[in-house]
Every structure is written in C-alpha cells, then in structure tokens.
T-cell receptor, first 112, second 111 residues
Framework: SQQGEEDPQALSIQEGENATMNCSYKTSINNLQWYRQNSGRGLVHLILIRSNEREKHSGRLRVTLDTSKKSSSLLITASRAADTASYFCATDEIQGAQKLVFGQGTRLTINP | KAGVTQTPRYLIKTRGQQVTLSCSPISGHRSVSWYQQTPGQGLQFLFEYFSETQRNKGNFPGRFSGRQFSNSRSEMNVSTLELGDSALYLC??????????FGSGTRLTVV
C-alpha cells in the first residue's frame, strides 16, 4: 500500500524542548490525522486537519498542512517525559476507500 | 463510554494453525477496520466492515478474512499461519472518516 514518509525516523530531545516531526504523502487527501503509540500498544488519536485547513492547534500540539507540497508537520511544545512514544501520520485519501494510509512513524524520546 | 475492546491481548500459535481475533467497537459505531503492524511493513490496512458487509479490502492474501455481526462486533481470521503473520493486529471503530478509535491490539506470535 502507498505509505507516506516521516522524518526523522527517530528524535531524542531534552524535556522542555520542542519536537517537530514531518510527514509527506503521495495522493490527494480528505484529511490528515496524527496518532501516538506507546510501546507497541494501541494508537491514540491526537489531531485531525482537513485538506482545506492550513494549521490547527490542540493544547501543546500544532499541526500544519501544505497540500501543494503534500506534507504536514507536528510540533509538540514544552515536551514532557510522558510524550515519549511513536508518532504516526495517517491520510484519508480522496477517491479512496474508507481507510487510513500510515507513514512509517517517528520514534520520539524525551530525556529528563 | 467504553472504548474499543480487542481480545485476546496476546496469542501464540504454531505455523499452519488458524487464529480468530475479536473486536468490539464503541457503541453506535458501525464501521470497524483492521490493521496489521509489523516492524518491516509498518501499519497496513487489512479490511473494513460496515453493517455486516466488507466494504474495503487491503492487499493481503485470502488467508486473511473477517466478518461483522449485527451488533457491529467483528472478528478476523487468519488460516494456515505463517511466521510472517506475527504482528500486532489493531482494530479501529468509527462513525465517519473523520475519527477513528483504536483498540489496544492483539499481539500474535507465530512459532
């Protein structure tokens, strides 16, 4: 299946710093969603941004979407140890079946 | 309200056996989809059910099948297990394309 790319694959920062993850995708989309996964468990929905939106905020999260470049970024501000997890972007494609196409994920480690 | 419940949490099976995984969606959610997560291939879509009908299917062999019951609970079945089927299997329920709630997954190990 087509999958987007995320970079970096791994990111290690100090607590309190900001973390930025990027996602690129291949097709036209209805929306793009970000999920968090702790230690190989279930996915937790973080935020959804629609194709006609450019930026969205939720608490310490900020997501941007550039449909012309087919890319998105997730910014986590003032990181905490509890933010340590893998983060995935997922797209809902226009003309596509109701399913999510996931990126490979970014492994984020917050060092205390 | 209760979340998405997947059972069992862990499973160990032998090559050649078959396995059935269960998913109970959030009450009122009629769409249930399944994903396979492996270190090599990442998260891949298996299939999606809506009102007891399979609406969409991913690129997996016919050994992977599923069904949905009238109460929206879903099962997926993998027959003739192979070592490569070892994975985390995730189920998600949704009301629409704009929000999915995932279960904690079933960790399947094939030996």
């Amino acid at each position: 299946s087509q999958q987007g790319e995320e970079d970096p694959q791994a990111l290690s920062i100090q607590e309190g710093e900001n973390a930025t993850m990027n996602c690129s995708y291949k097709t036209s989309i209805n929306n793009l969603q970000w999920y968090r996964q702790n230690s190989g468990r279930g996915l937790v929905h973080l935020i959804l941004i629609r194709s006609n939106e450019r930026e969205k905020h939720s608490g310490r999260l900020r997501v941007t979407l550039d449909t012309s470049k087919k890319s998105s970024s997730l910014l986590i501000t003032a990181s905490r140890a509890a933010d340590t997890a893998s983060y995935f972007c997922a797209t809902d494609e226009i003309q596509g079946a109701q399913k999510l196409v996931f990126g490979q994920g970014t492994r984020l480690t917050i060092n205390p | 309200k209760a979340g998405v419940t997947q059972t069992p949490r862990y499973l160990i099976k032998t090559r050649g056996q078959q396995v059935t995984l269960s998913c109970s969606p959030i009450s009122g959610h009629r769409s249930v989809s399944w994903y396979q997560q492996t270190p090599g291939q990442g998260l891949q879509f298996l299939f999606e059910y809506f009102s007891e009908t399979q609406r969409n299917k991913g690129n997996f062999p016919g050994r992977f099948s599923g069904r949905q019951f009238s109460n929206s609970r879903s099962e997926m079945n993998v027959s003739t297990l192979e070592l490569g089927d070892s994975a985390l299997y995730l189920c998600a329920s949704s009301l629409s394309r704009n929000g999915y709630t995932f279960g904690s997954g079933t960790r399947l190990t094939v030996v």
